[in-house]
């Protein structure tokens, strides 16, 4: 079992900047890639950014290049996603998740394993 923990949502103003943190703990030893998936009110769920373990890939949806970073603390199971230039179409639940398989199109819900319990970001304009 792995544990998945959010941090660092919150309230902003359209423009500004939110780094959110994420981290696995429990039977986290072969975890592969995590990523970040959002929720707005009344939509379905969609990738936002991951990233691998081995190579440091990062992927990233069109509508966050160039304005979302994510990263991983060197050699530990904690993942930030840095938001800048905010815009109130952000606003939603952002959840972080785990996954242990490779190859897998990790822009998919289906190919992780683990969830957290999800944080809110609120961008008003």
């Known amino acids: 079992q792995v544990q998945v923990v959010e941090s660092g949502g919150g309230l902003v103003q359209a423009g500004g900047s939110l780094r959110l943190s994420c981290a696995a703990s429990g039977r986290s030893g072969s975890i592969s890639a995590m990523g970040w998936f959002r929720q707005a009110p009344g939509k379905e769920r969609e990738f936002v950014a991951a990233?691998?373990?081995?190579?440091?890939?990062?992927l990233y949806t069109d509508s966050v290049k160039g304005r979302f970073i994510i990263s991983r603390e060197n050699g530990q199971n904690m993942v930030y996603l840095q938001m800048n230039s905010l815009k109130p179409e952000d606003t939603a639940v952002f959840y972080c998740?785990?996954?242990?398989?490779?190859?897998?199109?990790?822009?998919?819900?289906?190919?992780?394993?683990?969830w957290g319990q999800g944080t809110q970001v609120t961008v008003s304009s």
């Open positions: 990233i691998t373990f081995i190579g440091k890939s990062t």
């Open positions: 998740a785990t996954t242990q398989y490779l190859s897998v199109n990790y822009d998919s819900a289906r190919s992780y394993a683990y």
